[in-house]
């Protein structure tokens, strides 16, 4: 990871803004109580925790990320931005999140704003942070969809670019929402269906991560 992103960190912020749309989207829908807490899973700059600590100022915040080079590019942003006694980060892998990693018995919130589509087992990170939540803690996701609205040359220039980067969109996982009630949670499609944002229901616990490639489709029964 750190070979990937060490040098990429210096810009990352800067052109990730064009296309990895509906993060702010995913912010503005948290709807966070104050005094809860939230970590984001795949944190790297830090550029979504400094904005979700903009707007609500009165929850704690934390970052996990496997990237050593993004956390201090993290640190730094964060403790620019002053909010260093509000977020507080951690290297670590996604699927070993434990909340007890950060002084807390659970989480309230767990996002992954374009990091499931990075994690060769986005299932077991999936699976981690869903375990991490508190009795009512909900989870929330923004990631590439299915690209079908973008046409065949369009959805294959994008896929093609996106291997580039080692990011590959579970489409597999978006065919499991929409596959749920809406008692479940709320999911949101942006145009093309280049990307989706997701927020669950809260108490939604159980197994609700995808099995593996060619195993009977249960999960979200």
């Not at 296309?19 to 989207?25: E, H």
């Not at 590019?73 to 670590?92: C, M, P, Q, S, Y």
């Not at 942070?129 to 803690?137: C, P």
């Not at 949670?185 to 616990?205: H, N």
């Amino acid at each position: 990871m750190d070979r990937v992103y060490r040098p990429q960190r210096h810009f990352y912020d800067l052109t990730r803004k064009y296309y990895l749309l509906g993060r702010d989207r995913l912010i503005a829908g948290l709807a966070l109580q104050p005094g809860s807490t939230l970590i984001e899973v795949g944190c790297g700059t830090g550029r979504n925790l400094i904005a979700i600590a903009r707007r609500y100022p009165e929850v704690r915040l934390y970052g996990l990320d496997a990237s050593a080079a993004m956390l201090e590019t993290a640190d730094v942003k964060i403790r620019a931005a002053g909010f260093e006694d509000r977020i507080l980060l951690r290297h670590g892998l996604a699927e070993e999140l434990s909340s007890a990693a950060f002084g807390l018995e659970s989480f309230d919130h767990v996002i992954f704003s374009y990091s499931l589509s990075m994690i060769p087992d986005w299932r077991g990170a999936l699976a981690a942070g869903i375990r991490t939540l508190s009795q009512n803690g909900r989870w929330h996701v923004a990631d590439f969809a299915d690209l079908k609205g973008l046409g065949f040359l369009g959805r294959k220039l994008l896929r093609a670019w996106l291997k580039a980067f080692h990011v590959s969109p579970r489409v597999e996982f978006l065919t499991l929402l929409e596959g749920l009630s809406p008692e479940r949670g709320e999911l949101t499609l942006l145009a093309g269906r280049y990307a989706f944002v997701y927020r669950s229901a809260p108490s939604i616990s159980g197994n609700l991560v995808p099995p593996p490639c060619g195993a009977p489709t249960t999960a979200f029964a």
